[in-house]
Structures are given as C-alpha cells and as structure tokens.
C-alpha cells in the first residue's frame, strides 16, 4: 500500500488485527512464540513480518538479574553489641529486600495494576500488547502495554547507564534504553522472554519491586517503606501499598513528598496520588486481590504520608561526624576497595556495604560531653580548636575522636559561622584536610626514649643552663648543625635556670633547657629515627624536622598520630598503626577484607620499661599531676604534657595499659595567650586537664590497667640495643 506523504497514516483495527493473524499462521501449538510477541510492533512499525523476526531473533536474549545499586552504611557498635547508625551514604537510596519482606498488598497491587497476566505469560503479555497497539494506532490514549518482566528490563537497562562515570556515555546510554522506538521494543521484548525463561516469577517480581524508582533518589519497596510512610515493606497497609505502587507509574506526577505542590499536595490530600491509587483498588477488587471489606475501607482511607528524611553522608553521625569523616577517607584510600579513589566512592555508595567502626561509643560519648563543657564551638578573638584522640592499646583500634566544631562539607553551611568546618584537626591533611599542630613538650618522650636507647641513665645529668651558645650538634643524616649565629635561646615555662638536671628531673618537670642538654649528648638524626619509629610524621606530609628546636615540639603533629605513639609506648615499645574498620560486610552477607593495623617494635622493651618510669612520675608528681588527680578510677597511667610558645596550644597525652588517649586546646589560626583566657569552665590553659580524666575515668572503668614494666632511674640500657 502507497503511503498519503502528506498525511500520516491511521492504522485501522482491522489493519492490526490483519498483520496478527499473518503472523499467528506462523506460530506453532506449543504456546506464545516470537512471532505472536512482536506482532505489535511489527503493526507499529510498518516493517515487514519477515524482516522483523528475523531482527527479533538476532537480538541477545541474556539479562542477568544483578546486584543493585544500594545504599551503604557506617555503624558504631554499643558495648552490649548492637549497632548504631552513624551515617549513610548513597546515589540512589535502596535497600534490597527479598519477597517474603515485601507486604503481599504491594506484590498484588503491582500485578493488578500492571500486569494481570503476570503469572500466566512467557515475558510478553500479549493480550496487554495487543490491546496498547490498538488502543493507540486506532486513535486513542497512548498506552505502555509492558508487562512488568518488560518493565524491569527497561530499569536495568537504566541501571547499567547510572553506573557509567562518563556523563557523555551515561546520556548516550539513557537515550538508547528508553527511546520510543521499535527497535527499542523488540530489544525489551526479546530480553523479557530470555529472563522469563532462566528466572522463576518470583524472583522476577522481587528484583522489579527493589529496581523500581519511587521519585528523587528512592528507589526500591523498602526504602518507599521507609522514607514515605516511615515503615518496611512487609508493614505496609493496603492503602499505603497501594500509593506507592501509584508512584512508579509516574514518580514526578504521584510522589507524596511535596506537600506544598497544587496537584498533588497536603490541602488536596495528595489528589494525584489518590486518583490513581483508588485506580489500583479498584483492580485490585476487580481481579479478587482483596475483599469488598478491605476494599471499601482503604477508599475511603486518606493519603497520609510520614516523611523521613534518610541519614545521609557524615553530617547525620553528630559528634561522631569527624570519626565518620576518617572512615570514608580510609575507604577511599585502601587498593582493596577498587583501582582508583574515585572508583572506591562509587563502589562504596553503590556497594550496599555494612561497615562496623572500631569507635567506643562510651569513650565518645564522655569525650563529646568534656569537649562541649570546657572548650567553646567559637570564641571573641580567637580560632580555638579542641581535640581528643584514643586509641585502643596493642590493636591500633580508635576508640574516640571528637572537636569542639560542628561538621558540614557544604561551604553554604561553613560559611554561616565558624562553628562549622569539614576539616578533621584530629588527623593528618590526607585524612582530613589539618597541617596538625605543634605539640610542645609532649614530643620530648622521643628524645627521651633515644636517650635510653642509646645507654644513658635517668639520673645522668646534663649542662642544662639556659644560654644562646648552645654549640654544635651531633646529626649523622645532616651533618654537623649550630645554631650560635642565631642567637637561640629556648627558655623553660618557668623560666627554670638549673644547670644540672638529670634526664628524670628534666622529664617530671618538662624542662626544656634540661632536654636541649640531653640532645646535646645525642645524635638529632637518631631522634628523628626514634620519633618515626614510633609513627611520628608530619601531618602536611612533610618529612620531620630534626633541628634542635624539634626536640622541645615544633613539628606539626595529628593527635592521632600523637596517641598512636603513646600506645607504642604503653605497649613495651610495639606500635600499632591506627585502624577504623573492624569489618565490613557487602550486601550479599559475605565479610570483605578490611585494613589490617600493622604493629612493628619500635625500641627495645628495656627503653619503654625506663620511659614509664620516668612518665608515671609525671602523672603523680610532675606537670600532669592535675589529670591524674582527676581520674577515677585509677589505674598505673603514664603521661607527658605539652604547652607551645606563647601557650598557643596545650596538650595533655597519657596511657594506660589499655587506651592511650590525646587531647589538645589549640590555636587554629593565629595565636592567642591560652592563660589569659578564661572559659565559663575555668582557665583555657588547663582545659586539658579537665578533659583528659573525664575520658580516661570511663577508659578506666571499661578496660581496666595493669603494671608498667619499669626500669629503675638508675639502670642503663645498653646502647644501641634492640630496634629504634
């Protein structure tokens, strides 16, 4: 037949049924076959019969039915073992479910409403297609036709253009899997029927359920459960069942979470929705799904959404935000997560990952309480920041880690107040973006340990005069360093002129003048080896400084790295590298593997024996006494303060036998004098002091202390012995 090419062509009923009934001389007795399934499109598209099916069985019939794209969680384990969420994160929020999760209302209102025939068909109900065909060709409303095998075929097509990364390819992608064409359906059509014949219904109608969007980025049954009705798939009423089987029909047109829109809001009752909604009932009565009973009583039922908002990205995880921060970070670094950084993120928000955190919700939690009652979010004049770190003893597990500032990654939040920052100022610039701080005299406890290690005693004393002709320095990485020309001069934080410390008076009291004595006597690079044997490192990632100002603090260190070393410390000299992730299991249930701490010796056992001596003394009778005093219950602890020039920051960092624990007041930017600066909780300058004991009382209590092994002041080690 010559086409009008100045009119389009209407197809008539009989035309349609005409090309059905060539096709059908072709098909055999044993059921629906091919050429009974493309009829429809061969009337839609004018192709010849032949060709079409020809076409048709040329086409790939395989679509597995693969993992989808979920949302993955990062959960804080309470000491009675259940779980806390901290945060979400996601590109599409799902949670796959199996069907015996899924309210058999919500499996009959999508069979009734989509696809009667869904247990009666081969992939393509004919009848549906037929009707759509003639519907539409013989001039009326344009109708899908697609069974829901169909419409699941054309979600995974979606699906595999989501997880492109090129924006290019992933456009290109979408047009081909939902253009209106017939190529397009015959493609659908032959993919329909090779699932129906490798999968059970079942399962068909359980992966349509989970891949099926529900407007914005929820997607699946059960996260329609969770965010519209604040339920669970298996929970859901008729009524509700039956609203959220509405939406997948048109998300945008029948979502229920603008309660502002004029067609579709809170002073209509949600008319949209409700409309088709009653649609579904009536076939869901219609096809004997449900009762009269159930039936007149959810017509008349309102449409009464209960919005809730999913916990999404760090934000949500409170105190703990920081922590969480850190997790994503390690999930982003570790080769074990995918090739590249961006490739771990995406694996991570669409991986459907469970990931148990090492952190001591107790331990946090008393950390978070001493933070906001002694250290303000912000203060006239100064940037102040607070800090605490733990760290599990022998494990490398961070149990805390806590700031006085609110978490936000969104500049438009930061910019609202100084409260807020996305910088974690526990951890190194890598993980979370701080340069780290200068620790003062807590650093002194390398020094310290190098000075055992190379066989000199407590009580040996050294030239301890503060002078500004100090000489020259032993440094065998270096070479020879002098600082006379320069005028040095340290002096001690009260202003101490002993000339004659020995190495454990210099250590109780933190005397500056007495360590620059002992380093004197040393060798600077072997500081600097001692420091890094015990995982010191810059925090902008710099190499460490090995000057002689360095052994008084003026590296910028991580607190983190800071209570890794003094769990080194606590741990007869085996230091073990910070780890964040106890497990992390996928959405399937198999366990994946995570990051391992890795504990190496870092000095001979015989040095930590003499540094705890030196650093229990501190805790009863030195400048830490007034954390110890504070702590209870106790156990033997040991500790080193830290105060920075001009009292810029201060430190308290101290042990156990079980938790070592880190907590600094520091300047963020600029310098401000922390003894002239009284907060409503006492002076800015002792703020440590009242938040160290506050963490380590609970630490105590939890985990318990034994003995320090320890040296007497007297013993020598022999030099060089054991491992740095």
């Known amino acids: 037949?010559?086409?009008?090419?100045?009119?389009?062509?209407?197809?008539?009923?009989?035309?349609?049924?005409?090309?059905?009934?060539?096709?059908?001389?072709?098909?055999?007795?044993?059921?629906?076959?091919?050429?009974?399934?493309?009829?429809?499109?061969?009337?839609?598209?004018?192709?010849?019969?032949?060709?079409?099916?020809?076409?048709?069985?040329?086409?790939?019939?395989?679509?597995?039915?693969?993992?989808?794209?979920?949302?993955?969680?990062?959960?804080?384990?309470?000491?009675?073992?259940?779980?806390?969420?901290?945060?979400?994160?996601?590109?599409?929020?799902?949670?796959?479910?199996?069907?015996?999760?899924?309210?058999?209302?919500?499996?009959?209102?999508?069979?009734?409403?989509?696809?009667?025939?869904?247990?009666?068909?081969?992939?393509?109900?004919?009848?549906?297609?037929?009707?759509?065909?003639?519907?539409?060709?013989?001039?009326?409303?344009?109708?899908?036709?697609?069974?829901?095998?169909?419409?699941?075929?054309?979600?995974?097509?979606?699906?595999?253009?989501?997880?492109?990364?090129?924006?290019?390819?992933?456009?290109?992608?979408?047009?081909?899997?939902?253009?209106?064409?017939?190529?397009?359906?015959?493609?659908?059509?032959?993919?329909?029927?090779?699932?129906?014949?490798?999968?059970?219904?079942?399962?068909?109608?359980?992966?349509?359920?989970?891949?099926?969007?529900?407007?914005?980025?929820?997607?699946?049954?059960?996260?329609?459960?969770?965010?519209?009705?604040?339920?669970?798939?298996?929970?859901?009423?008729?009524?509700?069942?039956?609203?959220?089987?509405?939406?997948?029909?048109?998300?945008?047109?029948?979502?229920?979470?603008?309660?502002q829109s004029e067609t579709n809001g809170a002073a209509n009752g949600y008319q949209a929705n409700r409309t088709r909604r009653d649609y579904i009932l009536r076939d869901m009565l219609a096809y004997r799904k449900i009762t009269r009973a159930e039936f007149d009583a959810a017509i008349v039922a309102p449409v009464e959404p209960s919005i809730a908002e999913p916990s999404t990205g760090c934000q949500t995880a409170a105190g703990s935000a920081f922590f969480c921060d850190y997790v994503t970070h390690v999930l982003r670094n570790d080769p074990s997560f995918g090739a590249d950084e961006a490739a771990r993120l995406v694996n991570f928000r669409r991986g459907g990952y469970n990931v148990y955190t090492t952190i001591d919700l107790d331990l946090q939690n008393a950390a978070e309480t001493a933070i906001r009652a002694n250290v303000p979010t912000t203060y006239p004049g100064w940037d102040v920041g607070s800090v605490i770190s733990s760290v599990q003893v022998g494990t490398g597990r961070v149990l805390v880690m806590a700031q006085n500032k609110d978490y936000s990654q969104d500049p438009v939040v930061q910019a609202t107040g100084a409260n807020f920052t996305g910088i974690n100022y526990n951890t190194d610039y890598v993980d979370g973006g701080s340069s780290g701080f200068q620790p003062g005299s807590t650093y002194k406890v390398f020094t310290l340990a190098e000075w055992l290690r190379e066989g000199h005693s407590l009580n040996e004393r050294v030239d301890s005069r503060r002078k500004a002709n100090w000489g020259t320095f032993k440094d065998s990485c270096l070479g020879p360093q002098n600082y006379d020309r320069d005028k040095w001069n340290p002096k001690n934080d009260a202003n101490e002129s002993g000339a004659n410390y020995s190495a454990l008076e210099a250590t109780i009291g933190s005397i500056?003048?007495?360590?620059?004595?002992?380093?004197?006597?040393?060798?600077?690079?072997?500081?600097?080896?001692?420091?890094?044997?015990?995982?010191?490192?810059?925090?902008?990632?710099?190499?460490?400084?090995?000057?002689?100002?360095?052994?008084?603090?003026?590296?910028?260190?991580?607190?983190?790295?800071?209570?890794?070393?003094?769990?080194?410390?606590?741990?007869?000299?085996?230091?073990?590298?910070?780890?964040?992730?106890?497990?992390?299991?996928?959405?399937?249930?198999?366990?994946?593997?995570?990051?391992?701490?890795?504990?190496?010796?870092?000095?001979?056992?015989?040095?930590?024996?003499?540094?705890?001596?030196?650093?229990?003394?501190?805790?009863?009778?030195?400048?830490?006494?007034?954390?110890?005093?504070?702590?209870?219950?106790?156990?033997?602890?040991?500790?080193?303060?830290?105060?920075?020039?001009g009292n810029k920051d201060t430190w308290m960092s101290g042990a156990s036998t079980k938790v070592a624990t880190v907590v600094a007041v520091v300047s963020l930017t600029g310098e401000t004098n922390q003894r002239a600066v009284n907060f409503d909780s006492g002076q800015a300058a002792t703020a440590r002091h009242r938040m160290w004991p506050a963490v380590m009382s609970v630490a105590n209590a939890k985990y318990g202390g034994d003995a320090f092994a320890e040296a007497p002041p007297s013993a020598v080690i022999k030099a060089g012995t054991g491992p740095r």
């Open 1 to 259: 037949m010559m086409r009008n090419s100045g009119f389009a062509e209407r197809r008539t009923v009989s035309g349609v049924f005409g090309g059905l009934l060539g096709l059908l001389a072709m098909s055999s007795a044993g059921g629906l076959l091919v050429a009974v399934a493309v009829t429809p499109v061969v009337a839609l598209s004018s192709i010849a019969a032949t060709d079409t099916i020809n076409v048709f069985e040329n086409l790939p019939e395989y679509l597995s039915i693969d993992r989808l794209s979920q949302k993955s969680n990062i959960y804080a384990t309470r000491s009675d073992g259940t779980t806390a969420l901290l945060a979400s994160f996601y590109d599409q929020n799902r949670i796959e479910v199996g069907l015996d999760a899924i309210s058999p209302y919500v499996k009959d209102a999508a069979i009734a409403s989509e696809d009667p025939r869904f247990f009666e068909h081969g992939g393509v109900d004919f009848q549906g297609t037929v009707r759509a065909a003639v519907s539409t060709f013989a001039g009326g409303a344009t109708q899908g036709g697609s069974s829901i095998t169909q419409q699941y075929v054309k979600n995974v097509l979606v699906q595999k253009c989501e997880v492109l990364s090129d924006v290019a390819a992933q456009h290109t992608c979408y047009l081909a899997a939902t253009e209106t064409s017939p190529d397009r359906k015959l493609k659908e059509m032959r993919l329909a029927i090779g699932i129906e014949k490798k999968y059970s219904k079942n399962d068909i109608l359980r992966q349509y359920l989970n891949i099926a969007g529900f407007g914005g980025t929820v997607y699946g049954i059960e996260a329609a459960a969770n965010y519209y009705f604040h339920t669970t798939a298996a929970n859901l009423t008729l009524p509700q069942a039956a609203s959220l089987v509405a939406i997948v029909n048109n998300p945008v047109k029948f979502q229920l979470d603008d309660p």
């Open 512 to 645: 500056n003048t007495g360590y620059i004595g002992m380093a004197k006597k040393l060798d600077l690079c072997g500081i600097r080896q001692t420091a890094e044997a015990f995982g010191m490192h810059r925090a902008d990632g710099d190499p460490l400084l090995q000057n002689a100002a360095s052994v008084i603090g003026t590296n910028e260190i991580a607190p983190l790295s800071m209570a890794v070393a003094f769990a080194g410390i606590a741990n007869k000299g085996v230091t073990c590298t910070p780890v964040v992730i106890d497990r992390i299991v996928a959405a399937d249930g198999t366990e994946l593997p995570v990051p391992k701490s890795q504990c190496t010796q870092s000095v001979d056992p015989a040095v930590t024996a003499g540094m705890a001596y030196a650093m229990r003394l501190v805790m009863t009778g030195g400048t830490a006494q007034a954390s110890y005093r504070a702590t209870s219950p106790r156990v033997p602890m040991i500790g080193k303060t830290g105060t920075t020039d």
